[in-house]
Each structure stands twice: as structure tokens, then as C-alpha cells.
């Protein structure tokens, strides 16, 4: 049974960095995507960034130039690195593969 566990966020100030985690288990990783995705309160879930398992990334606009995805493969592991915070980025983020979803780790941005 594949599991997924966030961990990394916190209150952090507006301008600061943060680097979330993703640890999965339950089958191989490689030869999939993995994603962030967030969660903003009283909005809907949307996405953050993908890592392709041929090693293509993909983020979105509001993340691009500040957030790196990256895995690693040997370790199971996902990481978002998140810089320069805006408060805006405040919600809820969640990792992703194939169907299954973690149970998001929260990141406050607020001075």
C-alpha cells in the first residue's frame, strides 16, 4: 500500500525559504511522476510542481523561479524547495503519486 508523509512546513515569514519532504513507501518510485500540489483555505487545490520520472520538472507560474522540486530516487524521497515566501503561498501542501495524496503538511506565510 503506497503512503505518502509531508513533513517541513511551519510558520515562516514573507521573504523566507522552507523545504518540504515527501517521504513514499509501499512500491518503487522511479518510474513515475511526483507532485506538489496546495490547498489554500476556502479555495480549491491546485498545482504546485511536478517531477517527472525521465527527469523533466514542471512548475507553475506562481512557482516558477521560486520553488525547486527535486527527488530522490534511492530514498523515496520528494523535496520542494520554496523560496522568497509570500504570504500568498500560505496553504496547505500536499505530494502526490498516481492516485495517492499525503495528509499535507501546512505553511503559514505571515510576518
Known amino acids: 500500500q503506497v503512503q505518502l508523509v509531508e513533513s517541513g512546513g511551519g510558520l515562516v515569514q514573507p521573504g523566507g525559504s522552507l523545504r518540504l519532504s515527501c517521504a513514499a513507501s509501499?512500491?518503487?518510485?522511479?518510474?513515475?511522476?511526483m507532485g506538489w500540489y496546495r490547498q489554500a483555505q476556502g479555495k480549491g487545490r491546485e498545482f504546485v510542481a511536478i517531477s517527472g520520472y525521465l527527469g523533466t520538472t514542471l512548475y507553475s507560474d506562481s512557482a516558477k523561479g521560486r520553488f525547486t522540486i527535486s527527488r530522490d530516487n534511492a530514498n523515496n524521497t520528494l523535496y520542494l524547495q520554496m523560496n522568497n515566501l509570500k504570504p500568498e503561498d500560505t496553504a496547505t501542501y500536499y505530494c502526490?503519486?498516481?492516485?495517492?495524496w499525503g495528509q499535507g503538511t501546512q505553511v503559514p506565510v505571515s510576518s
Open positions: 509501499g512500491r518503487t518510485f522511479s518510474d513515475v511522476n
Open positions: 502526490s503519486v498516481l492516485q495517492y
